[in-house]
């Protein structure tokens, strides 16, 4: 059964994409049946593996909405053991036209369960919002990634970020599991990122993933590719960054490597 894991905080800009994306992209090149679920009107998954937003027709929005069967609109991206859920900019009305479906929390978990046990990993990339679809992807998920810039405000929205989550086990997905927060854009060379990673390590504790993404330009600049930066670049420091990332994963989940 492949485990479905949200990569989710509704502040903006902090990684969540670049995350997804790159870390989807390295259980791949681990040969783990990946899935990515671009769960994001903006659509920025969907681009960085290659796909134009333009021409899709089919996203997770049709899935939850229209009843139409996960398995008819994935797409095999160019990458050996890489899938695609497409989103696209209609996803924005999803959010009004479920606000009268009935379960309409569980609407993309409905969509996932029947083709879960064909990954061994599907990576839901959240919007940055709090609203229905991240809802809904936190009730399909089995655990969620936090990812935390290591900024300025970087704790901002954490504590409702944390609650959410708390409402949601309680009353929607008791297996809900945080697997990790994870630091991004990380430089060694400024101050305030180290004071952050000292402030969320002693707080979180073992909450916090081993590996810390540092801050890399070939993470920001393969999305222009329509690739991950394991393709762009694979001895650059972002996609190595991932590849440990995934590994940590992998061991922590007690997965075996595949043969
Ligand atoms: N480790 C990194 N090094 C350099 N640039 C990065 C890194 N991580 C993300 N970025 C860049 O920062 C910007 C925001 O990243 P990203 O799109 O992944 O965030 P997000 O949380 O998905 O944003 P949104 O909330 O809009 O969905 C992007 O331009 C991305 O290329
Ligand atoms: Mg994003």
Known sequence: MGKIIAVANQKGGVGKTTSAINLAASLAALEFKTLL???DPQANATSGVGFDPKDITKSIYECMV????AEDIIMPSNI???DLIPSHIDLVGAEVEMINLPNREVKMKESLDPIKDRYDFIIIDCSPSLGLITVNSLVA???VIIPVQCEYFALEGLGKLLNTIKIIQSRLNQELEI???LLTMYDVRLRLSNQVVEEVQLHFKQMVFDTIIPR???LSESPSFGVPAILHDAD???AISYLNLAREIVEKNGILQPQ
Do not use: R
């Open 216 to 218: 890399n330009v070939k």
């Open 80 to 82: 050996d053991f890489l």
């Open 141 to 143: 998920a089995d655990s």
């Open 66 to 69: 229209d009843g139409i069967k």
């Open 236 to 238: 650059s420091k972002g």
């Open 179 to 181: 697997e990790g927060i």
């Open 37 to 39: 679920v671009d769960a």
